[in-house]
């Protein structure tokens, strides 16, 4: 009988292992197994698809956010002026005035024709028209708009002191528009304007600053 120390054991066959030992390659490297490196690349996938939908949220908040344009009373001059305090007191003037409307919107602003009036407490003096347009996204419109006033009997009350006359007048006007940012994002939006102007009767002139809200 053989002796036992002297048998060898038999080499396994090309390609076979057993369960109990490492994959190597030929050179002895390590290689993990198949299900190691599927899950891990599967941890990679969903690692950046969180990651791209996160910079999406980002960037939606910041370019599809829509907001209100803002419209005001830029400036005021007067053209022709025309004032009456004897037994009646009367007031006509004309004057020209430049509203701006500011889109602070990653999208156009398309707005309709308004009309702006001219309030002196609570009684309506005068207006003009504000005619309709578009401003582009990020940008100011300067629109040239005529104004008049003309009112008889006015209950005036004196302020300024007894060398002048002031008088407040409040600017209102109330725009509706939409905002296009995309073709699915599209918002209407309501802007109104709220400014205040002194007019100077004594002087004939408007005083600074236009106060708005």
């Known amino acids: 009988m053989a002796d036992p120390e002297s048998q060898?054991?038999?080499?396994?066959?090309?390609?076979?292992?057993?369960?109990d030992e490492p994959p190597y390659t030929?050179?002895?490297?390590?290689?993990?197994?198949?299900?190691?490196?599927?899950?891990?690349?599967?941890?990679?996938?969903?690692?950046?698809?969180?990651?791209?939908?996160?910079?999406?949220?980002?960037?939606?908040?910041?370019?599809?956010?829509v907001d209100n344009p803002k419209l005001q009373l830029n400036t005021v001059s007067i053209q022709n002026f025309n004032y009456e305090n004897s037994n009646t007191t009367s007031l006509n003037v004309t004057m020209l005035?430049?509203?701006?409307?500011n889109n602070r919107n990653f999208g156009r602003y398309v707005f309709d024709d308004c009309n702006a009036v001219l309030l002196y407490g609570n009684v309506t003096i005068g207006g003009g028209g504000i005619?309709?347009?578009?401003?582009?996204?990020?940008?100011?419109?300067?629109?040239?708009?005529?104004m008049r006033i003309g009112s008889e009997d006015l209950n005036l009350s004196r302020t300024g002191g007894d060398d002048m006359e002031l008088m407040e007048?409040?600017?209102?006007?109330?725009?509706?528009?939409?905002?296009?940012v995309t073709k699915l994002v599209d918002r209407r939006k309501t802007i109104e304007m709220n400014c205040t102007i002194s007019l100077n009767l004594t002087s004939r002139s408007f005083m600074d600053p236009i106060l708005c809200s």
């Open 97 to 101: 005035t430049e509203v701006t409307v």
């Open 131 to 146: 005619s309709g347009g578009r401003v582009g996204a990020k940008r100011t419109k300067l629109i040239s708009v005529e």
């Open 8 to 19: 060898t054991t038999p080499f396994a066959p090309s390609g076979v292992r057993s369960d």
């Open 169 to 180: 007048i409040r600017s209102f006007a109330r725009m509706t528009g939409r905002v296009h």
């Open 26 to 65: 030929t050179t002895g490297v390590y290689i993990k197994p198949k299900h190691q490196q599927t899950s891990k690349l599967l941890v990679h996938i969903l690692t950046t698809i969180v990651i791209l939908s996160s910079l999406f949220l980002i960037l939606a908040s910041i370019f599809l956010r």
